[in-house]
């Protein structure tokens, strides 16, 4: 494969900078139930999610992230996809685990991590809604948070954690816990990140690991040409972006508006349909 995009390093893997996000093929809009349904009912089974993942794999971006216990049709599209092509697909797993101070919750999480290994994962990122429960910002820590990712490591499995709460990445390089990357939702909306753009921007750009980028245009509320050129123009050269697409033809789009902004070029697109395509401003 010519051209391919390129690429970071993270734990001694190689990973293309823009990561396969699969909001929009699991039906987690973050726009209304309508759309929710439509995305779900569109993507009920793998065939139509091939195609995607294909059209990104060919241009070199082999890494998917998502829950994958909650997600059958992406994994079996994925294990398709690496069959058709006989290329592995990278996989960044975010399971939901139970935190709970308890035996049976340690046991619990532990075999939610072991399925993450059975379910092919490459990283185990603990999800957000599990993480955010054990920070304790009066001492500024993640309490317990190393035995999960002990756990994570006994499964042959790189450590790593979702920040919906900026403050994670922040704990987690002062406490020098074993995390590998973060997740991180970042765009120029602001949407869903709890402090403003620039607080996030020099938490990324001081991470002491490389990041994960999530929601580069704010599920859908600026467009991808606004909201990748952002993206690539504030974060380091170590840092990845994830883009989530409905199917093939976004995914080719958001490849060629990224590629040009890292070149420093315009993208080459069609033009938007109107009913009137002979207007001077159309170009």
Avoid at 191 to 212: C, D, G, R, S
Wanted: net charge negative; glycine share 6%; aromatic share 6%.
């Amino acid at each position: 494969m010519d051209n391919l995009f390129p690429r970071t390093t993270v734990a001694g893997i190689s990973l293309p900078r823009m990561l396969i996000g699969t909001n929009w093929l699991a039906g987690w809009s973050h726009k209304s139930v309508a759309a929710d349904d439509r995305i779900k009912n569109h993507h009920s089974e793998s065939c139509t999610i091939i195609p995607l993942l294909e059209t990104f794999v060919k241009n070199g971006i082999d890494a998917i992230m998502a829950p994958f216990g909650r997600v059958p049709p992406i994994m079996k599209a994925a294990a398709e996809v690496e069959q058709r092509l006989g290329q592995k697909i990278i996989r960044i797993d975010t399971p939901i685990i139970n935190v709970d101070d308890s035996d049976k919750a340690r046991r619990d999480a532990e075999a939610t991590i072991r399925e993450s290994r059975e379910l092919g994962a490459d990283f185990c990122l603990i999800h957000h809604s599990s993480a955010e429960q054990l920070v304790n910002k009066n001492k500024g820590i993640i309490d317990r948070f190393s035995d999960y990712t002990t756990m994570i490591r006994e499964q042959g499995l790189i450590p790593g954690v979702t920040a919906h709460m900026p403050e994670i990445i922040v704990y987690c390089d002062e406490n020098n816990y074993d995390v590998e990357t973060y997740i991180q939702i970042y765009n120029c909306l602001g949407f869903l990140m709890q402090v403003e753009v620039e607080t996030v921007a020099a938490i990324i750009n001081n991470a002491k690991k490389p990041v994960m980028t999530i929601k580069p245009m704010a599920a859908g509320r600026v467009t991808p040409y606004i909201g990748l050129n952002f993206t690539w123009a504030t974060l380091r050269k170590c840092d990845m972006v994830t883009v989530g697409c409905f199917d093939e033809h976004e995914a080719a789009e958001v490849i060629e508006i990224s590629r040009a902004a890292l070149e420093g070029r315009f993208p080459d697109l069609e033009k938007r349909q109107s009913p009137n395509q002979e207007q001077a401003a159309f170009g």
